[in-house]
């Protein structure tokens, strides 16, 4: 019978990943600029579009309205949530207010043998997003930036410092991605001081980790404003 025995209980567990990979795309279409700012669907298009039932396509797209990616629009749908420049600037300044206090909180402490093995394990997906950076693949170095934030965050064992962060990171990828994406050649023009942060981290140098980020956040303004027209 559904939702007895071994059987319901697959039947659940394939449904929640059939929901996160539905989310985990449609994440993806919005970060690519394929889904963009204003742009409405439906359930039932979703659906069709990947061939899948309903039913999961509106949990994933609950859950990206939960993350602030997209807009519930009455008796319509959905449309992808359309952030400003202003939006921008607040986000990066919530993130700053975060890994400001991250970072003291570093400080304090002394670097054990642990927490310098997962630096480590830190710094290299640095570079991995540091060449991304480099080389101007927008699409590469934003999964790498998310992951590198992640895995840094959790060494300050904070999951819920972790996660929010993580939603403003994503957040502020979205709002920036719309901008960028209009700014033609990217190469040597994205920030690339991963590997220069996990170092001064290592250190324990919480003041010029501080000034590295402060530094990366005033780059992005610099980069996502001019191309806001004002809004």
Not at 35 to 63: C, H, M, N, W
Not at 128 to 135: H, K
Request: one cysteine or more; a neutral charge.
């Amino acid at each position: 019978m559904p939702g007895t025995g071994t059987g319901g209980g697959n039947g659940a567990v394939t449904r929640s990943t059939l929901r996160q990979q539905l989310a985990d795309a449609l994440r993806y279409e919005v970060l690519a600029g394929r889904l963009k700012p204003g742009q409405e669907f439906t359930v039932k298009e979703i659906a069709e579009q990947y061939g899948v039932s309903a039913t999961p396509v509106r949990e994933a797209l609950v859950d990206l309205s939960a993350q602030g990616l997209l807009d519930a629009v009455q008796h319509r749908g959905f449309e992808v949530h359309e952030y400003s420049a202003a939006d921008y600037r607040y986000m990066v300044e919530a993130r700053l207010m975060v890994t400001d206090g991250m970072f003291h909180r570093l400080g304090d402490r002394k670097v054990d043998p642990r927490t310098a093995a997962a630096l480590a394990g830190v710094r290299r997906r640095g570079e991995e997003a540091r060449r991304a950076a480099t080389s101007g693949d927008l699409d590469i170095l934003i999964g790498y930036d998310l992951r590198f934030w992640r895995e840094l965050t959790t060494l300050f064992g904070n999951p819920y410092l972790t996660d929010f962060l993580h939603r403003l990171r994503l957040q502020s990828w979205v709002c920036a991605v719309q901008r960028l994406r209009r700014a033609g050649d990217l190469r040597g023009r994205l920030w690339a001081g991963y590997t220069d942060l996990v170092d001064a981290l290592g250190r324990q140098d919480a003041r010029t980790a501080r000034e590295i980020v402060a530094g990366y956040d005033e780059h992005s303004l610099t980069l996502v404003e001019p191309g806001a027209g004002g809004g």
